[in-house]
């Protein structure tokens, strides 16, 4: 079924009055055909018909006054649409051609890019979700073709990006506000043809290449993304191509931290408390950021900003896909806090129920796959974090103890680090830190 | 009395006046200041007429080249005083039509010499009466006005401004133009096609210096066979104006000076924008080299003040002004607008050959750090261009070679100054090169030089 709405007859128009109709219920009537006369503060005019089809219903009376523009005045049946009884149901009045759009709501396209520094969100509550509804089909985008090709380059997904441009289209300064990035000379400042400021690390030609569609000849299934996975996706692609990571790797023996676990968790057994490997690698993260304090930073821009508490983010899979709940103040909470804390959060995080303030900050980041058997990895950067500690399974290996070999549990652990904020030199003293508090692991309880 | 409306506009050119309809359209009440005639420079003493001139010189060419289409046309001559004539009734029925407009969109117009005495207030004198004029908001649309050479006014006898050059008392025998921009080169181009001595005197290193480097090149070569003699690099000084002949010393880039004498000297070195007398000072409006600056959506630092067109700054160019007024109006209506793209707007000079441009070029989009991809198709491969005679020219685009972007294209030959906003639709409409590749063009036409030169810029033109 087709609505016909009152037009807007002229930009003022606002009501008009029916003084006529042309056609009646039952008459087919093609493109160009006149429908009807409409009465406007300023003249009489004709209303024709740009659909093709059977008028199934006058819905505004002859004569009828006042009737505001957008309301649907009339229905055309289309070419093999059943003659079904009119609805009497009043439809919401539609956009008159040619008016406005609704103008999208405030988005999360303004992101703060990853260096601006302390306390920037982990995972945006709010993902806008634009261009993809107001298409013909649900997947539809519509953007023009440069900044399709630009978004394809930047690796920016088009579905997570509000159009600026003509009935919402997403245009080039879309894309290029998405990627983080100033518009160049577009919007002139009232200082005059100042050039826009450069970004940390924004640089055009490191952008990503373009990969082709998918194979789609190959067996396969689609599915939408969620808009999880879209904001890790756009994030995780900002932190790896504008924060140059360096990877510092340790083997850290655990046989001592494993046999303080067993004595701490029968102490805390009447607590019902039962520490994990990763509730004492999340402390001694904490506390090896306190002794190094040039680790403990974020780049932002134009400083650099260095944290006096140690908040860390445990990479937790959760079934709409990977989220970092925090620990505020690790450094300065007994374990039996974290692992009560983290518990509670992990629950949370596969409930989907984190509060936004549970995961957006952070000073610093874990992620374990020990779990997994993984013995060796190199996380990515959490901006605007500066650093985040990749660790891999404890296992028993082959150990040089003094002259001999020895079986110890040796752990791997990597630090990628944000070099734009932190030495080699820093890095690697909060390795040393971190293997130091691991190795002999009374400190954790002091 | 006071007078209340919703926006009050300085100035009637084409930026005055389309602010002024589409604010109309919007709904709001509006007045319009003017102290000369509906429509400014524009169709008055600029655009237009200068256009109705060079159709004349245009086809008196063909007249006196009508051989080369089998044609004999003898005994032609032309009489100087019904070409001006004529130039002045296209300007006059552009003048009036404006005035129909105003009129139509129910817009006030105030005849009389418009000063801000707040920021949205004006005060219009016309004689010895004053009307005041409040409002929400005001736009200041006053516009530019030739530039003068240092120490010589130009008095309209042997030293014009383009304003005498339209309206010329007599034919140039020797005509000195200074400054080659489009208005010079306009003008050198009319009267060398109506048969007058023409040197053009270029201070920077190359004519038209906006253009593409190419474009300048070409047009060099091409109006110094037409019988021009252009000097780049060069410099005029002591322009002495007499009773029969103008003197003028010429030195050029190796330093040697010459003094010569002309019938006639026409300044185009420049515009100065009109901000004198209208009120900014007090008001603290920030001007940058004299002009307003505005924020691209027309808002000077004044709130309720806007300024648009070329009293803002460059491109002195009555489409911009016109475009700038729109979007200053449609901002004022709370609608949302994009700020003024100045890499959109094409800039065209209706010599002969004509001149077209929009966007970078490749010079510019080099010294940008750009990669670029560059495709050039000449008349001379296309058959139209052929048939009309007009053989002459090349269509040259150029593209940023990571996004397909078209950035820029140059164009110079026939009728290019129709065919650019072919490329400015598609830069609007930011397409890549793929569906300027995928566009029908028809045959035979000269647009097709438009497709070939972005076939040529991925290494694809068929006929070249």
Known sequence: MIDITMPALSPTMETGTLSKWVVKVGDAVKSGDVLAEIETDKATMEVESIDEGVVAELVVAEGAEGVPVGQVIMRLRGEGEEAAPASKATPAPKAAPGAATVEPPALARQEPSPTSGAGGEVIPVAVHEPAAARGEGASRVIATPLAKRIAALQGVDLAAVAGSGPNGRI??????????????????????????????????????????PPFSDIPHSEEKLGNVRKVIARRLTEAKQTVPHFYLTNDVRIDALLKLRGELNAALEPRKIKLSVNDMVIKALALALRQCPKANVSFAGETLVSYTRADISVAVASPSGLITPIIVGADMKPMSVIATEMKALAEKARDGKLQPHEYQGGTASVSNLGMYGIKQFDAVINPPQGMILAVGAGEKRPFVVGDALAIATVMTVTGSFDHRAIDGADGAELMAAFKALIEAPLALVA | MTETFDLVILGSGPGGYVAAIRASQLGMKVAIVERERLGGICL?????????????????????????????????????????????????????????????????????????????????????????LAAKNVIVATGARARDLPGVAADGKRVWTYRHAMVPPEM?????????????????????????????????????????EEVSAFMQKTLTKQGMRILTGAKVSDVTPGAAEVKATITTADGKAETLAFSHVIVAIGIVPNTENIGLEALGVATDRGHIVNDGFGR????GLWAIGDVTGAPWLAHKASHEGIIAVETIAGMHVHPLDKAGIPGCTYSRPQVASVGMTEA????????????????????????????EGFVKTVFDAATGELLGAHMVGAEVTELIQGYVIARSLETTEQELMHTVFAHPTLSEMMHESVLDAYGRALHY
Not at chain 1, 187 to 196: E, K, L, R, Y
């Open chain 1, 171 to 212: 245009v080039r300064a879309d894309v290029e506000a998405a990627v983080g990035k100033p518009v160049a000379a577009k919007a002139a400042p009232v200082a005059g043809d100042a050039t826009p400021a450069p970004v940390p690390g924004g640089d055009k030609k490191a952008a990503a290449p373009a990969f082709g």
């Open chain 2, 44 to 132: 008055n003493w600029g655009c237009i007429p200068t256009k109705a001139l060079l159709r004349t010189s245009e086809i008196y060419h063909y007249m006196t080249h009508a051989n080369a289409y089998g044609l004999a046309a003898t005994g032609v001559s032309f009489d100087l005083a019904k070409i001006t004539e004529r130039s002045r009734k296209v300007a006059g029925q552009l003048n009036s039509g404006v005035k129909g407009l105003m009129k139509k969109n129910k817009v006030t117009v105030v005849e009389g010499v418009g000063s801000l005495t707040a920021a949205t207030e004006v005060t219009v004198t016309t004689g010895d009466q004053t009307r005041v």
């Open chain 2, 172 to 212: 140039p025998t020797r005509l000195l133009v200074i400054g080659s921009g489009a208005i010079g080169v306009e003008f050198a181009s009319f009267y060398r096609d109506m048969g007058a001595e023409v040197t053009i005197v270029e201070m920077l290193d190359r004519m038209l210096p906006v253009e593409d």
């Open chain 2, 300 to 303: 000077t630092n004044v709130p």
């Open chain 2, 364 to 391: 510019k989009a080099k010294a940008a750090g750009l990669e670029v991809k560059v495709g050039k198709f000449p008349f001379i491969g296309n058959g139209k261009a052929i048939a009309l005679g007009e053989a």
